[in-house]
């Protein structure tokens, strides 16, 4: 069985945000093209996104860029890649899994000038043997600088395009995203914040960013919108946790909280009222209370004692003296 090229590819315009692409000295990597079925899918235009059969074909085309004064030599390859503990997780060098047994990236590498730039093309060739659900990888822009009489220290510089590939028949599964159970803190420091629990609902992993709005707080102020802390990936069906940091200035409310979380074409909103208090702090409030409460009513039920032993103290005939009636004196 042959393999099939599918797709209609359109370029993309935007580049992927990789935190070494920003400063001096450094290299870059990104998609130069997307399928024109994802042209709404922001995850598409910056990642390998995609739904395929087993034993089908596709081609992307990157750009690598030398930022640096000095030249390059820029290797490129594909390694495994996996979603724990609420994030996109980088595997070791070297790391195979199924996916990158079916990438290959071409040229293997590239001798670039100094602020040069030039093309490589991935081509991914999934087995017609290939079992359904979503795989990861990573496509590595690294480039190697040995220790010299110059560099005491060798440095390792790389650059990543994210792949999320699913594989089965038929439509590509459901991508969809809930989000739970929001509440604001205050951590011991003042320093205030929202979180709010997140279920992944469908058979596609979720980046999530988003935004927090708060209105109608103390005499009817707002604020934000507050960016998320950092984005989390949520593997299919499983639960995060995001939190968005706050203005330590606000106070602590209560405040009408309107979450907003996307993950590619996928928006969904949640409201809620929270309070900016720290948790701890309020139990530590709600024990003294409870405590001083206790003391109160212990020394009110210690006086009301006494007071009844008075009472009774008073009604009780005297003893101990002595009466001359009934006594005859010679």
Not at 201 to 216: C, E, I, K, Y
């Amino acid at each position: 069985m042959a393999a099939i090229a599918v797709g209609v590819l359109a370029p993309v315009g935007i580049t992927s945000a990789r935190a070494a692409d920003k400063g001096p000295g450094s290299i870059g990597i990104r998609l130069l093209e997307a399928p024109v079925a994802r042209r709404n899918d922001p995850r598409a235009r910056m990642y390998i996104v995609d739904h395929l059969k087993p034993g089908t074909t596709i081609k992307r085309g990157i750009e690598i860029s030398n930022k640096s004064s000095a030249a390059r030599r820029i290797d490129l390859y594909a390694a495994a890649a996996s979603i724990e503990n609420n994030g996109f997780t980088f595997a070791a060098k070297g790391t195979p899994n199924e996916l990158t047994r079916w990438t290959r990236v071409e040229p293997p590498f590239a001798n670039l000038r100094p602020h040069s730039k030039a093309k490589a093309k991935i081509t991914i060739n999934v087995s017609r043997f290939a079992r359904a659900g979503e795989r990861y990888a990573v496509v590595w822009a690294e480039n190697r600088v040995a220790a010299d009489a110059t560099h005491n220290i060798g440095s390792i510089t790389r650059v990543g395009l994210r792949i999320y590939l699913d594989i089965g028949p038929g439509g590509e599964p459901l991508a969809d995203f809930k989000i739970e159970k929001m509440k604001g803190a205050r951590d011991k420091h003042g320093r205030p914040s929202t979180t709010a629990a997140v279920r992944n609902l469908g058979s596609r992993a979720v980046d999530l960013n988003g935004t927090l709005d708060l209105r109608d707080g103390p005499g009817g102020i707002s604020a934000g919108p507050f960016p998320l802390d950092s984005g989390i990936t949520l593997a299919p069906h499983g639960t995060g946790t995001v939190t968005v940091a706050l203005d330590p200035r606000l106070p602590d409310g209560p405040w009408k909280a309107k979450l907003t979380l996307r993950s590619g074409p996928v928006e969904r909103t949640s409201t809620a009222t929270v309070t900016l208090t720290n948790e701890k702090a309020r139990s530590r409030t709600l024990l003294y209370v409870a405590a001083a409460g206790v003391i109160a009513l212990a020394a009110c039920a210690l006086a009301l004692v006494r007071l009844r032993r008075h009472q009774r103290n008073s009604q009780r005939p005297a003893t101990g003296t002595t009466s001359s009636e009934g006594k005859c004196h010679s």
